[in-house]
C-alpha cells in the first residue's frame, strides 16, 4: 500500500497560481502512476492530470492543459501540481492518488491522500 498526503492548497484570485504537493511513502515502487484529481461541491472527481514517470508520459483534462504542470521529484517522492492561470472553476478538494498505470477512471486508483482545498475567487 502506498501512502499519500497532499498539501499547497489555499484562497487564491482568479489568474493566481499554486503548486500542489502529494508526498508518497510506502510501496511506492509499485506505482508508476502518479494522478491528480479534483471534485467540487455536487460533482463526481474528476480527472486533472496524470504522470506516469516510468515512461516520462504526462496527460492533462483538456480544462487543464497549457495551464497546469504535472511533476515528480525522484529523490522526495513527491509529485507536483503546478497550478497558473487559476479560474473560479479551478476551485474543489484536488486529491492525488497512485496505481500501476494511468487511468481517468477513479475507480482505478485505491490509494488516495486525504485532499488539500483550492478556492479561486472571481
Known amino acids: 500500500q502506498v501512502q499519500l498526503g497532499e498539501s499547497g492548497g489555499g484562497l487564491v484570485q482568479a489568474g493566481d497560481s499554486l503548486r500542489l504537493s502529494c508526498a508518497a511513502s510506502g510501496r511506492t515502487f509499485s506505482t508508476n502512476a502518479l494522478v491528480w484529481f479534483r471534485q467540487a461541491p455536487g460533482k463526481e472527481r474528476e480527472f486533472v492530470a496524470a504522470?506516469?514517470?516510468?515512461?516520462?508520459?504526462?496527460v492533462y483534462a483538456d480544462s487543464v492543459k497549457g495551464r497546469f504542470t504535472i511533476s515528480r521529484d525522484n529523490a522526495k517522492n513527491t509529485v507536483y501540481l503546478q497550478m497558473n492561470s487559476l479560474k473560479p472553476e479551478d476551485t474543489a478538494v484536488y486529491y492525488c492518488?497512485?496505481?500501476?498505470?494511468?487511468?481517468?477512471?477513479?475507480?482505478?486508483?485505491?490509494?488516495w491522500g486525504q485532499g488539500t482545498q483550492v478556492t479561486v475567487s472571481s
Open positions: 492518488a497512485a496505481g500501476a498505470y494511468i487511468s481517468r477512471d477513479s475507480r482505478t486508483y485505491d490509494s
Open positions: 504522470f506516469n514517470w516510468r515512461a516520462g508520459h504526462r
